[in-house]
C-alpha cells in the first residue's frame, strides 16, 4: 500500500507527517511512501533525504491523492483554497489531526468523501497507544517553548545570580495545569534556574509537580470529578471556575510569570486568570497563555497575540509546536508510523472495532461519521451497533479486496 504524504495546506504550519527516519518504521509494515516535493523542507527535512531512504516524490498534489492508499496529514484535510478535499475519493485512508471536536463540520466533509478517516486527538489514554498519542508529543514541545517565550519575554532573569554587583533574586513562574504541556513547562522552568510553583485540579499530579522539584499549590476545592474515564479533563461548571479564580488569584500577583495549560476537548477553556488578578501582578510580568485557540484561560488573552494590560504581556500563541518543527515533526512521524502499524496487518487495513485504538479513532467509514462523540456535536442520531468488520480488511492498493 502506498502512503501520500502532501505539503501542509496551512501556510503557518511547517511540520510534516512523515520524517527520512520513520520511513523504515512504515516499511515494517509493508507501506511504501510517495511524498509531495518539498513537504518536509520547512521542518528541515529536504527531498534528497527522503529520496536517500527510497521515497519517491509526487511532482504535485493531484499524483499524490491519486496515487496514496493512505494519506497523512497534520493539520487535517480541508475545503480550503488548496482543494485538497475535492482530491480525495472513496475507499481511501485518511490519518491525521483533524480537530473532530472542535470542527466536527470538517468531519460531516470527509464523510461525504466516502473516506475512512481517523482522528488521533480521540486516542484513547491507555498503555498500548502511548507510541501513537500525538497530543502527548506536541504538548510536550508547547510545554518547552512556552517556557522560553516566557523567559524571553521576561524583564528578569530566571536563575538566582551571586555578582559583584549583588545578589540576583530567581524569577518566580507558576503554571496552571500538570498535563504533559505544563509539566514539561516546569521542567524547563526549573532548568534555566526559576522558582517554579503549579496547580492543578487533580490532586494525583502533586507527585510529578513535586518530583520535578517545584511545590504544588494546594487551593482546599473539591476537585474529585475533574476527570474523565478516558484520561482527559472534564469541565467543572462556572461556579468552581469563579471560586478557583478568587483563591489562585494571590499566587498569580505573586508570579513573575504564569503560564496556564487548562483545556478541556471540545470545549471551550476554562477562564482561570481574571482581569482583577491581572492588574494585581507587577508591572513587566507575564503570561503566556497555551489555551488561547480555545478561548484562552486569561480573560484578556487574544488567539494569535502578545497584547499588553495593566504593565503585563499576554501572549496567546497558536500551534507552537510548529514553531519547532524539526523535533516536532520526529515525534509526530513515530506517532503515525506506530498507529499504521497496528492499523495495517500483512499489507492491507485490518479494521478492527473490537481494538479501541482503532474503534475510538475512526470518525468516519462508509459514507457516514461514525464517532459517536462527533455525531452528538453535529446534531446527528446515535448510529446503530455495527458488527466488527475484523473479518474483512479495507481496500487494498489496487481496491480489490473487498471493504469490511
Known amino acids: ?119 488521533l486527538e480521540l486516542l484513547p489514554r491507555i498503555t498500548r497507544a502511548q507510541p501513537m498519542d500525538a497530543l502527548s508529543s506536541m504538548a510536550t514541545v508547547a510545554g518547552y517553548k512556552a517556557a522560553l517565550l516566557a523567559a524571553d519575554m521576561l524583564q528578569k532573569m530566571y536563575p538566582m ?16 495545569g500538570a498535563g504533559v504541556a505544563g509539566l514539561q513547562a516546569i521542567a524547563t522552568s526549573r532548568r534555566m534556574g ?40 472534564k469541565a467543572l461548571g462556572e461556579e468552581f471556575y469563579r471560586r478557583q479564580q478568587e ?11 504564569v503560564i496556564t495549560t487548562a483545556a478541556i476537548p471540545g470545549k471551550k477553556a476554562p477562564v482561570l486568570v481574571s482581569k482583577d488578578a491581572v492588574e494585581k501582578m507587577r508591572p513587566g510580568s507575564v503570561i503566556v497563555d497555551l489555551a488561547a485557540e480555545t478561548g484562552g484561560n486569561c480573560e484578556l488573552t487574544r488567539a494569535g497575540e502578545t497584547v499588553e494590560a495593566c504593565g503585563v504581556l499576554i501572549a496567546g500563541p497558536r500551534n507552537l509546536p510548529s514553531t519547532i518543527p524539526y523535533h516536532a515533526s520526529q515525534m509526530l512521524a ?27 479513532t475512526l470518525v468516519t467509514h462508509e459514507g457516514e461519521v461514525v464517532s459517536p462523540r462527533v455525531r452528538e456535536l453535529l446534531g446527528l442520531a446515535a448510529s446503530s451497533p455495527t458488527a466488527s468488520p475484523a473479518a474483512g480488511p479495507a481496500a487494498g492498493a489496487a481496491g480489490q479486496e473487498k471493504r469490511s
Open 1 to 119: 500500500m502506498i502512503v501520500g504524504v502532501p505539503a501542509e495546506s496551512n501556510q503557518n504550519e511547517r511540520r510534516v507527517a512523515v520524517v527520512p527516519g520513520s520511513v523504515k518504521l512504515l516499511a515494517k509494515a509493508k507501506l511504501a511512501v510517495l511524498l509531495e516535493s518539498k513537504a518536509g523542507e520547512a521542518a528541515g527535512f529536504p527531498d534528497a533525504e527522503y529520496e536517500q531512504q527510497g521515497v519517491r516524490l509526487a511532482s504535485d498534489r493531484g499524483q499524490l491523492y491519486s496515487s496514496s492508499d493512505i494519506v497523512l496529514s497534520v493539520g487535517g484535510i480541508g475545503s480550503g483554497a488548496d482543494g485538497s478535499l475535492d482530491l480525495l475519493r472513496p475507499g481511501q485512508v485518511v490519518v491525521a489531526l483533524l480537530n473532530p471536536l472542535g470542527a466536527p463540520q470538517g468531519i460531516r466533509e470527509l464523510a461525504g468523501k466516502g473516506v475512512t478517516a481517523f482522528a
Open 161 to 176: 545570580m551571586i555578582t559583584a554587583a549583588g545578589t540576583i533574586t530567581p524569577a518566580r513562574v507558576f503554571v496552571i
Open 194 to 233: 526559576a522558582v517554579v510553583s503549579a496547580y492543578d485540579v487533580r490532586p494525583a499530579v502533586k507527585e510529578q509537580v513535586e518530583s520535578l522539584g517545584a511545590k504544588f499549590v494546594e487551593l482546599g476545592l473539591d476537585t474529585s470529578s475533574s476527570e474523565t474515564t478516558g484520561g482527559y479533563a
Open 247 to 257: 483563591v489562585m488569584a494571590e499566587t498569580v500577583a505573586d508570579s513573575d510569570v
Open 334 to 360: 513515530r506517532n503515525f508510523a506506530a498507529f499504521l502499524q497496528n492499523l495495517v496487518k500483512d499489507g492491507a487495513v485490518k479494521l478492527n472495532r473490537d481494538d479501541p485504538v482503532i474503534n475510538d
